[in-house]
Structure formats: structure tokens, C-alpha cells
């Protein structure tokens, strides 16, 4: 039995998937990315599928806005995420996936329903090829795969998400970032479409004051021991 053979043997009735959800900069690519390694698990960034088709919108001059475009944008998308890259319609927009612009335009598109279900099937599908994985993103544990074998909710004081993605963004002043946050923890809370929301079954981790090693070993211990054991 492999490490992912032996994930959620304890409970058959829950998907394979650790689902990492949060509001920007808690800390889930990070601590995802780590736990997938620790445990040998594949990983999967659904925020970089939004961004890819917020990407594809304004490469083809569209309007983030208008749902129809946005929505075929995401139907026709060609998008690799293999390799820790993102390649969008055979272009590389690892970098540009990141940009003030299109994490401005980001919000309108994962607000439309049309985008969400399309994108959400996608990601049911990844699951199903590979039989399990971490996924980060908003909606993993409420949404997408409500029965995850485990749901853990990020969270951090916004002054400390800021100063995180303001190191990451260096051109960036700390108060815009933790404005820009903000806006988009309203606009990704208060959305109609699967809003960012605790899910009622989630470990909510609070990680102002973790390193990340500390996060992902509270998270490990969480999970049944033959899998830790692998680790
Ligand atoms: O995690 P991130 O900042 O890269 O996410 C980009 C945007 O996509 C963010 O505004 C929230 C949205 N998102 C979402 O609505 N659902 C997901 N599963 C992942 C991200």
C-alpha cells in the first residue's frame, strides 16, 4: 500500500482529499505545498486555475465582467499545471498569473457561477485521475468536495497576510496590500457562488503567530497515524 493508498482508509465514506481553504495569505500554497510533499500526496492550486482564466480573459481583451466571456474563457481553457508551472493556452503565465492585474480582475471571475462550475468539475476530475490529493483554495471543504477525508481552515490577522504577500510583491506598499486584501476577502466572503466560508467540519488553524512547519505538523497530527508514519 502506497502513502496515498493508505490516505482515509479510516473512514470510506470521505473523498481522499486534505482540502486547505482560506482567505489570501493565510499561508495555504505554503503549508499545502509542504504537506503534499511530506506526504507524498499530489498537490493542486485551484486559485492558479482562477487566475488562469482571469489571465485568458485579458490576453483576449475581454471584460472580466461579462459572465458569457468569461464563462466560454473557462470552458475553452488549455491549462498545465504539471512541473510547478502554469501554462495557459500554451503560453507560461507562472509569473504573470501573480500580477496586480490580473489579481485585480481575479475577483469578478471567480464570482461568476458559469467560471466556478466548469472550474469545479475540473477539479473533481484532477481528483479522480490522480484518487486523492491537497487542495487549496476557497471553497475545497464546502463546495467542491464537501466529504474530504480532512478540512482545514487557514486563517491570520490581515496585518500579518499583508506583510507576508507584501514580501512576496516587494514593489507593493504594505497598506495597499492590506487593502487589497481586504477587498478581496469582501468580495470572495460575500459572493453569491460558493463564498469563502468556514466549513462547519474544518479545523480552523490560526497561523499569525506559526511557522510553517508548525502548521503542517498540527495538520499531520490530525490525519490517521500510518499515514504520519510514512510521512
Ligand atoms: O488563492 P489565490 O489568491 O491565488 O486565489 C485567487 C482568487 O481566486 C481569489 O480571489 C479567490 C478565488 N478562488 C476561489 O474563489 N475559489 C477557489 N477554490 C480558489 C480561489
Not at 500554497?29 to 500526496?41: E, H, W
Not at 489571465?55 to 475553452?76: I, M, Q, Y
Not at 459572493?191 to 462547519?200: G, K, Q, S
Request: hydrophobic share 45%; no cysteine.
Amino acid at each position: 500500500m502506497t502513502v496515498e493508498d493508505s490516505v482515509i482508509v479510516e473512514d470510506a465514506s470521505k473523498t481522499r482529499v486534505i482540502a486547505i481553504d482560506g482567505p489570501a495569505g493565510s499561508g495555504k500554497s505554503t503549508v499545502a505545498r509542504a504537506l503534499a510533499d511530506r506526504l507524498g500526496l499530489p498537490y493542486l492550486d485551484t486559485g492558479a486555475m482562477y487566475r488562469s482564466v482571469a489571465f485568458a480573459v485579458l490576453r483576449a481583451a475581454g471584460d472580466p465582467d461579462d459572465l458569457e466571456f468569461a464563462a466560454n474563457a473557462a470552458r475553452s481553457i488549455e491549462l498545465d499545471m504539471s512541473d510547478g508551472r502554469v501554462v495557459v493556452n500554451g503560453v507560461d503565465a507562472t509569473l504573470p498569473i501573480r500580477s496586480p492585474d490580473v489579481t485585480r480582475a481575479v475577483s469578478a471571475v471567480a464570482a461568476n457561477p458559469l467560471v466556478r462550475r466548469e472550474l469545479v468539475s475540473r477539479q473533481r476530475e484532477w481528483v479522480e485521475r490522480r484518487g486523492g490529493g491537497v487542495l487549496e483554495g476557497r471553497d475545497i471543504g464546502t463546495a467542491v468536495f464537501p466529504n474530504a477525508q480532512l478540512k482545514v481552515y487557514l486563517t491570520a490577522d490581515v496585518q500579518v497576510r499583508a506583510q507576508r504577500r507584501a514580501r512576496e510583491l516587494t514593489e507593493l506598499d504594505l497598506q495597499a496590500v492590506a487593502a487589497e486584501l481586504t477587498r478581496r476577502d469582501t468580495v470572495d466572503s460575500n459572493r453569491e457562488a460558493d463564498p469563502l466560508v468556514e466549513a462547519h467540519d474544518a479545523v480552523i488553524v490560526d497561523t499569525t503567530a506559526l511557522a510553517i512547519d508548525e502548521v503542517v505538523n498540527h495538520i499531520v497530527a490530525l490525519l490517521p497515524s500510518d499515514i504520519v508514519d510514512r510521512g
